[in-house]
Every structure is written in C-alpha cells, then in structure tokens.
C-alpha cells in the first residue's frame, strides 16, 4: 500500500472515494430524501439571467450557488429565486436551510431574508475576506 499526492483529480478517483464515504454513511444517515434543486431566471431568449443551485440533504436545503445577471441586481430577482427555492424545499419536507457567502458577496441580503450567522471563517480563502455560514429554520 502506498500513498499517491496528485494536482489532478480524476473522475474515476472522486467516484471510488465517494462510493466508499457514502457507504460509510450510509450506515448513519438515510439518503433517500436527498437530490438536487436548481430554480433559473431565463430572459426571452433563453439566456440565464440568475440562478440558484442546491442540494436537499435530509431535512435541509443546501443551498451551494446563487447569482443574478449585474443588471437584474437590486431589483429583487434574488429574492424571488431564494423564495422559490424555499417554498420547494419546504414542499419536499425541509425543515431548515443553510448557506454560506464570502464577505464582499451577499452577506446583508440572507440576512434579510431570515438567515442567522452562525459561524465565520477570517481570513478564508486569503487574507481580508471571511467566509460566513448562515442557516434558517422554516
């Protein structure tokens, strides 16, 4: 047996690592509850304008990603996919949310809409910006 350092991680890698951490967790945690989410805004002519992209996880929403066109911000898209992507949650058994955001992204905006820090990293990734972890129970 031998230990192999990498840059590079293959497909075939990260499935043989997943399948053995998912059969350990198996054990412990009950995924059939689990999928993904992903709720888009599309101009006319199909063109994404913003999204948000989660994960259901048990009695959570995770939410991994959200973004809004630059020119559709402040005009409360946002908080139309975040209200979209709850309310389905929510429909399909969620209890809770959970997101994270780094200190020059969205900080005040889950704030607003409920969520309560719970943690922040400083310093992360880099010197100056934090990483911040916010949940809300539905």
């Known amino acids: 047996m031998q230990i192999q350092i990498t840059d590079t991680v293959t497909e ?3 499935n043989a690592l997943f399948k053995g951490l998912r059969a350990y967790n198996a054990q412990y945690i009950k995924t059939t509850s689990f999928g993904e989410l992903a709720v888009y805004w599309r101009d006319s002519q199909g063109e994404m304008q913003g999204g948000l992209i989660a994960k259901i996880k048990g009695d959570w ?7 809004v066109s630059e020119s559709l911000r402040k005009a409360g898209y946002g908080s139309k996919l975040m209200q979209a992507a709850e309310q389905t949650a929510q429909a399909r058994g969620c209890l809770h949310a959970l997101v994270d955001t780094f200190s ?5 905006f889950y704030q607003k809409h409920g969520y309560t820090q719970q943690m922040t990293l400083p310093d992360f990734p880099e010197k100056g910006i934090s990483r911040h972890y916010l949940s809300k129970t539905f």
Do not use: T
Request: charged share 20%; proline share 7%; hydrophobic share 45%.
């Open 104 to 108: 020059f992204q969205a900080l005040p």
């Open 12 to 14: 075939d890698d990260q």
């Open 61 to 67: 929403l995770s939410i991994e990603y959200l973004w």
